[in-house]
């Protein structure tokens, strides 16, 4: 009798479903937030206004949390939270102001925060145990951003409205990619320099990680209060000056071989110049939106793609991306984020600028979301 075959089946990972989702839903959002607007259709409805940063950071932001931290998962749990997570945002782009929008957005947050946050509960250190709670921070802010728009409650000491909220958020995901690009990038700088026979004394750096914890953390509650404007600028300008600091001395310019290193670091800097631009604008009382862009623009985008291809070449090939992988992607977003930054705090009357950005931001994600498919498809043909 022939020995019955008790292999279990791989449960499938969350970032090959998660991470080109969410590459296409950015390249698809901007242009047509844009499109809304400079066309006088107001369609789509949903990414009007303050929808289109809605969109970019509870619906991309959180899909690419999703797919980083869920890892494995058994079928019958994955394949319904993504559909959740789609049907949010169907809903929302195309039906905003239906309830089924405005539930649905909110229930996928919470839904991903019972799952990812306890992961992180068992750290000892308390630089270790924050990754939990600014996730579940993230998830909440969908729930608040809901109350303040759906349930029409004007702006308060309590609950500021969703512009405020949504500057909140993007405060949050500074800290949040401030924490993990470190976790990331310092072990890697440090392997492939100990390769090289050199050692690499400045690692994870856990005063300053410590510091921008403080300060990036108290920024995320101030920055939706603008009477606290002057105290938000101080805290983003000292955590502007430890990222560069921190970045500095991780001597990357050691690692001319390692591209994949460079442009996350790349990243890693558009993070200070973010919250360098941000603090600037509270500090003089301007308007903050275009520095924050530099944050959604240059930093997350640029670290975003970064991770999504790192972590498909290492499942897929065994090996970090190439150059010719990562550079053009990193330079598109770049010139987005300057594009952005540009066209100031009217960026219709500067439509060419406004265009030259969403369209770079899209070309810059549609070929991500096709290497990241074929990516995909080898890492399958590999497991055959």
């Not at 499938?12 to 901007?30: C, G, K, M, R, T």
């Not at 799952?115 to 000892?124: E, G, S």
Request: proline share 7%; charged share 10%; glycine share 8%.
């Amino acid at each position: 009798m022939s020995k019955l075959n008790t292999k279990r089946a791989p449960k499938p990972q969350a970032f090959w479903l998660f991470f080109p989702a969410a590459s296409l839903l950015a390249a698809i959002a901007v242009p047509l937030s844009v499109w809304a607007v400079w066309s006088g259709t107001g369609w789509p409805a949903g990414l009007l206004d303050a929808g289109h940063g809605h969109e970019l950071i509870f619906g991309f932001a959180l899909a690419l949390v999703a797919g980083y931290t869920l890892g494995p998962q058994p079928k019958t749990l994955l394949y319904p939270l993504f559909g959740l997570w789609l049907a949010a945002r169907l809903s929302w782009i195309f039906l905003p102001h239906s309830l089924l929008a405005q539930l649905l957005g909110p229930a996928f947050a919470l839904l991903l925060a019972w799952h990812v946050v306890p992961r992180f509960n068992a750290a000892k250190k308390w630089r270790n145990r924050m990754i939990a709670p600014l996730i579940l921070l993230l998830c909440l802010l969908t729930l608040a951003f809901w109350f303040s728009t759906a349930l029409n409650i004007p702006y308060a000491f309590w609950l500021p409205g969703p512009y405020k909220l949504m500057h909140a958020a993007i405060t949050g995901l500074l800290l949040l990619m401030t924490f993990m690009g470190g976790r990331l990038i310092a072990p890697a700088v440090a392997g492939t320099l100990e390769k090289k026979g050199i050692a690499l004394e400045a690692r994870v750096q856990p005063r300053i990680e410590g510091m921008l914890i403080i300060a990036l953390g108290g920024a995320i509650f101030l920055m939706a209060f603008p009477v606290a404007d002057w105290i938000t600028g101080s805290l983003l300008l000292a955590a502007s000056g430890l990222i560069t600091l921190r970045t500095l001395r991780w001597k990357l310019w050691l690692c001319p071989e390692r591209p994949d290193l460079l442009v996350l670091a790349a990243g890693y800097l558009w993070l200070a110049v973010g919250a360098l631009a941000t603090s600037l604008a509270l500090l003089r009382g301007t308007a903050v939106a275009p520095a924050l862009h530099l944050i959604t623009i240059g930093a997350l985008g640029t670290l975003s793609t970064s991770v999504m291809l790192r972590l498909a070449w290492q499942r897929s090939h065994r090996k970090s991306p190439a150059a010719v992988e990562v550079f053009p992607i990193a330079a598109l977003l770049s010139a987005a984020a300057i594009s952005r930054f540009m066209a100031g705090d009217a960026p219709f009357s500067a439509p060419i600028l406004l265009w030259l950005s969403a369209s770079f931001w899209a070309l810059a994600y549609l070929w991500l979301t096709v290497r990241l498919r074929i990516l995909a498809k080898h890492a399958k043909n590999r497991r055959k």
